[in-house]
T-cell receptor, first 111, second 115 residues
Framework: GDSVTQMEGPVTLSEEAFLTINCTYT??????LFWYVQYPGEGLQLLLK?????DKGSNKGFEATYRKETTSFHLEKGSVQVSDSAVYFC??????????FGAGTRLFVKA | DAGVIQSPRHEVTEMGQEVTLRCKPI?????LFWYRQTMMRGLELLIY????????DSGMPEDRFSAKMPNASFSTLKIQPSEPRDSAVYFC?????????????FGAGTRLSVL
């Protein structure tokens, strides 16, 4: 079945460091790919998305490119801030109504 | 819009008691989802509704769990009787449409502790 695999956390970085969170997927058909973010004490919210191969989703300085050849959707940010500390979830949908979420990666950013 | 509203935010109960969690989706959204989040199992889809009708409840763990959506603006998730292993954060989410552009909007969650 469809699945999403994320790098295990926690990831701990200093402020202004470069961030990469790896995400790979297995899916039948042509999925749309998403990154959701969960701040402490809150629900998940959409960070960015890409609906077809080679699309780049971006928001708040975060970027991810839909790579069909490597079935990946890695999240990157050039300079993280303390306020980026959260749990990040990679997710996919393949034509149905279910969103398949990864296990989540916790990010800690130190001042 | 106020977003997806869940109540209560926190619930502490004793084993064997009935627990009811409530959700008000975003107005106009046709899909409603209930999730459970734990450290061990991550985010699990329990059930989802389309136009108030339950479509897939295969994620509901046991008969102790039930969910209803009596109208477009209200849904409940009930656990009866509750057990300590039900302790988790329960999220409700809604979305406007289905398919590959489906963006889900989550509530802030209900943290349930069963003692």
């Amino acid at each position: 079945g469809d699945s999403v695999t994320q790098m295990e956390g926690p990831v701990t970085l200093s402020e202004e460091a470069f961030l990469t969170i790896n995400c790979t997927y297995t899916a039948t058909g042509y999925p749309s790919l998403f990154w959701y973010v969960q701040y402490p004490g809150e629900g998940l919210q959409l960070l960015l998305k890409a609906t077809k191969a080679d699309d780049k989703g971006s928001n708040k300085g975060f970027e991810a490119t839909y790579r069909k050849e490597t079935t990946s959707f890695h999240l990157e940010k050039g300079s993280v801030q303390v306020s980026d500390s959260a749990v990040y979830f990679c997710a996919l949908i393949t034509g149905g109504f279910k969103t398949i979420f990864g296990a989540g990666t916790r990010l800690f950013v130190k001042a | 819009d106020a977003g997806v509203i869940q109540s209560p935010r926190h619930e502490v109960t004793e084993m064997g008691q009935e627990v009811t969690l409530r959700c008000k989706p975003i107005s106009g959204h046709d899909y409603l989802f209930w999730y459970r989040q734990t450290m061990m199992r991550g985010l699990e889809l329990l059930i989802y509704f389309n136009n108030n009708v339950p479509i897939d409840d295969s994620g509901m763990p046991e008969d102790r769990f039930s969910a209803k959506m009596p109208n477009a603006s209200f849904s409940t998730l009930k656990i009866q009787p509750s057990e300590p292993r039900d302790s988790a954060v329960y999220f409700c989410a809604s979305s406007l449409q289905a398919g590959v552009s489906n963006i889900q909007y989550f509530g802030a969650g209900t943290r349930l502790s069963v003692l």
